[in-house]
């Protein structure tokens, strides 16, 4: 856990959570590394300052989770999370600590904000922190989610690859009937409830996606993938296809030069470290655990984070794959919120990052607890493709323009 306070007197603070997971985490990447240096933390990876920081608005909580993330680590391999419901209790048990230690932050508006794989966590522990703070054992300002490129429902976003793909002349028709079949059979395994055969039925749409469409990245659909590294023989994996998806998903977030710096100016700077621990060692456990989740949709929960009146933000990258705009749209028509209709009767609004430009970098939609951001020219990594739109959104979710 890391957290960077803002200068100013605590009564203007607000206080964000920020928790990375599958394209950002994998889940197993890590927020205080990845998130911190790579997004919207204070100082670049190169330790330079960073002009679009959300530091300017906010302090920033930055928390490692699920355990083995990033410096968390656990002793025992019965330790590691094996589902959101673990995550979320994990989290109940940090936030309550934190809270009672620094009573300063409890008037502090707190709002949680996620991405990818950490959007599925955030919705789950937002939830459980909202039920704490009914009962009275958690004592915080909760304002609300905000659920970036999240996966919340991975087989929504698996259906959508193929005809987003297609609109923008990255499959042809051929293609297009490959990737949609493989999808068909991520959808039968989903709705029969076999979630492990799910996860590696995705696997394999992945890799038809690569060979179809000359490896496009599914981060950012102009770019290509890097060429996959074989997987370090320290990594305890048995399944073909958690290899494959670790190293697409995981892998990247701790390059070379990441890890340099977190197991070595950081590290030293932490001082609490213990010297058998390395930032991210645990990552391929975490994901391995983690499989059975992958594939689970948890839309029934930010249903239940709008019946409950919690602030609810969708955010997303125009040019993200693996959680393209398509599949986002498609769950949100699926909510049984109420207030839904009248969501969807409403028409977006244009938003600019630079006042005196004219170039739009931003649609938005708004209703009551609800809000969808659609980023324009970014990917999956919306602070660090549009650093500017991603500032102005936060500002504006957190009503500070």
């Known amino acids: 856990m890391e957290l960077a306070p803002r200068s100013s007197p605590v009564s203007r603070w607000l206080l964000l959570l920020l928790l990375l997971g599958l394209s950002t985490g994998g ?222 998903h995981v892998r990247h977030l701790q390059g070379d030069a990441l890890s340099q710096l977190m197991n070595g100016p950081i590290r030293k700077k932490l001082k609490i470290i213990p010297e058998d621990i390395s930032w991210g060692a645990q990552s391929s456990s975490v994901f391995l655990n983690m499989e059975g989740d992958f594939m689970k949709p948890v839309i029934s929960i930010v249903d239940e984070l709008l019946e409950a009146g919690v602030n609810v933000t969708i955010y997303n990258g125009q040019l993200d794959l693996i959680v393209d705009t398509i599949g986002q749209e498609a769950w949100v028509r699926k909510l049984q919120w109420p207030e839904l209709p009248k969501f969807n009767e409403l028409k977006w609004k244009p938003l600019y990052s630079d006042p005196e430009s004219p170039e739009t970098s931003a649609f938005v939609k708004s209703y009551k607890n609800l809000a969808f951001y659609w980023i324009l020219r970014a990917g999956h990594m919306v602070p660090s493709d549009q650093g500017a739109m991603a500032l102005k959104m936060m500002r504006l979710v957190t009503q500070q323009e």
Request: a negative charge; aromatic letters at 12%.
């Open 27 to 248: 889940p197993g990447g890590s927020s205080t590394g990845f998130g911190n240096f790579e997004e919207i933390g204070p100082l670049d990876s190169h330790l330079k300052p960073r002009k679009t920081t959300w530091l300017q608005a906010a302090s920033l909580l930055f928390v490692d989770n699920p355990v083995g993330t990033g410096f968390s680590y656990v002793n025992k391999s019965n330790a590691y999370a094996k589902d959101l419901a673990t995550v979320a209790s994990d989290m109940m048990v940090l936030l309550k600590t934190f809270f009672s230690c620094h009573k300063e932050f409890q008037t502090v508006p707190f709002y949680i904000f996620s991405e990818s794989y950490g959007g599925k966590m955030a919705a789950g522990i937002g939830l459980e922190l909202y039920k704490a703070i009914q009962q009275g054992t958690i004592k915080c300002n909760f304002s609300g989610v905000a659920l970036g490129d999240s996966w919340i429902s991975p087989v929504d976003s698996v259906l959508s690859w193929g005809p987003y793909l297609y609109s923008m002349s990255l499959l042809e028709d051929k293609g297009l009937a490959e990737v949609s079949n493989i999808a068909e059979q991520v959808l039968d395994a989903v709705n029969k409830g076999f979630y492990t055969e799910a996860t590696q039925l995705w696997g394999k749409a992945e890799t038809i996606i690569e060979k179809n469409a000359d490896g496009v990245n599914f981060y950012n659909i102009l770019t290509k993938s890097d060429p996959t590294s074989a997987m370090e023989s320290s990594l305890e994996f048995t399944q073909s296809h958690l290899v494959r998806l670790f190293q697409r």
